[in-house]
């Protein structure tokens, strides 16, 4: 079983930055793939971005060019940089890892207000 801890949401004008923080309770450097997905009200949840365990990234293209992913095999830990943040970017923010079987957080909420 394995734990993930999202952090680092919150309210934000349109144009601003945000800085997601993904903590995981084992080892994340054998993970392939860890990525952040979102879910805003009425609609299905959808990929932001998937990071492999050699660096390669991959983005929605609503989110290119302004969310960088990154991860930290020493702290278990993966992260979602948000710039220049847009009120369509609203959503409950979820951290996922596979491994065998695939692990949700518990969802951050971001909130952009126009």
């Known amino acids: 079983q394995v734990q993930l801890v999202e952090s680092g949401g919150g309210l934000v004008q349109a144009g601003g930055s945000l800085r997601l923080s993904c903590a995981a309770s084992r080892s994340i450097s054998s993970v392939n793939s860890m990525g952040w997905y979102r879910q805003a009200p009425g609609n299905q949840r959808e990929l932001v971005a998937v990071?492999?365990?050699?660096?390669?990234?991959n983005y929605a293209d609503s989110v290119k060019g302004r969310f960088t992913i990154s991860r930290d095999n020493a702290r278990n830990a993966v992260y979602l940089q948000m710039n220049s943040l847009k009120p369509e970017d609203t959503a409950v923010y979820y951290c996922k890892l596979t491994l065998y079987s695939s692990y949700w957080g518990q969802g951050t909420q971001v909130t952009v207000s126009s």
């Open positions: 990071i492999t365990s050699g660096g390669s990234t």
